[in-house]
């Protein structure tokens, strides 16, 4: 049996479930806040309709594998 996502990750399958993006689509709509502090970012993905929990789930997330890539 594989070992079960654990963390912000485990957020992923709901999050493209409920807004109907693929977590890559999110990431991409991200980059151009890149330089912005996480709250910031967290703003921006509310602002396009997702709840506070999943978009903190991926700034953390995108901050810790892509911001500045």
Do not use: C
């Given at each position: 049996?594989?070992?079960?996502?654990?963390?912000?990750?485990?957020?992923?399958?709901?999050?493209?479930?409920?807004?109907?993006?693929s977590?890559?689509?999110?990431?991409?709509?991200?980059?151009?806040?890149?330089?912005?502090?996480?709250?910031?970012?967290?703003?921006?993905?509310?602002?396009?309709?997702?709840?506070?929990?999943?978009?903190?789930?991926?700034?953390?997330?995108?901050r810790?594998?892509?911001?500045?890539?």
């Open positions: 049996m594989a070992d079960a996502t654990k963390g912000p990750k485990s957020y992923f399958p709901s999050i493209e479930a409920k807004y109907g993006r977590i890559d689509e999110w990431i991409e709509l991200l980059r151009p806040h890149a330089g912005e502090k996480h709250m910031e970012q967290v703003a921006f993905l509310k602002e396009q309709g997702m709840g506070h929990g999943h978009a903190n789930a991926l700034v953390h997330v995108f810790a594998e892509h911001d500045g890539a």
